[in-house]
């Protein structure tokens, strides 16, 4: 038996200003999308923007239900809408940002867990990292150069 570690690797920003122009002009969708998002339950609004191999830009955010379980994230929502009307089109990177109604979301929100799992079924899929980069409203954001860096001993089809 041994102890084994599991390292991961990020880079991260200080603020907006310090992402490149085209991850500002990603992140930007990303909040438009955000502003749109229907979460009239929690109050916290995530907007995504994803960017497909064809430079087409797909925005999805958060859509509650009066039955809690029943309302989907903003990544889930993005992604399907991608893979629904582009079957097979490669996804390049993911921006993703919250901001809460209540209170200054100041520290970087990552996907949820489902949320990390159903990314990676289309990463390993296309064979090709997806970056992504997230933030809360203000504060630092971080990017990743894969999808799999955030999800350690990940369960995929080579189990099935
Ligand atoms: N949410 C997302 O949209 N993405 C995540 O990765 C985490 C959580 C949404 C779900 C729910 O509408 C609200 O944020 C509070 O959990």
Do not use: H
Not at 99 to 111: C, D, H, L, Q
Not at 121 to 143: A, D, H, T
Not at 148 to 160: A, E, G, K, R
């Amino acid at each position: 038996m041994k102890k084994i570690n599991v390292t991961t690797s990020a880079t991260m920003f200080d603020d907006f200003s310090q992402l490149s122009s085209d991850d500002q002009l990603l992140m930007n969708k990303a909040i438009e999308a955000r502003k749109k998002a229907y979460a009239p339950y929690s109050k916290f609004n995530v907007g995504v923007a994803l960017l497909l191999g064809n430079g087409e830009i797909i925005l999805g955010n958060n859509q509650e239900n009066a039955a809690y379980p029943s309302g989907m994230c903003a990544e889930r929502v993005a992604i399907w809408k991608a893979g629904s009307e582009y079957p097979n089109m490669k996804v390049k990177k993911i921006a993703i940002t919250a901001a809460s109604e209540t209170s200054t979301v100041n520290k970087p929100v990552g996907p949820c867990g489902a949320c990390r799992q159903t990314l990676s079924e289309y990463e390993i899929n296309q064979k090709e990292p997806i970056e992504i980069i997230f933030m809360g409203e203000v504060g630092k954001i971080v990017k990743t150069e894969s999808l799999l860096s955030l999800l350690p001993f990940s369960f995929d089809s080579s189990y099935l």
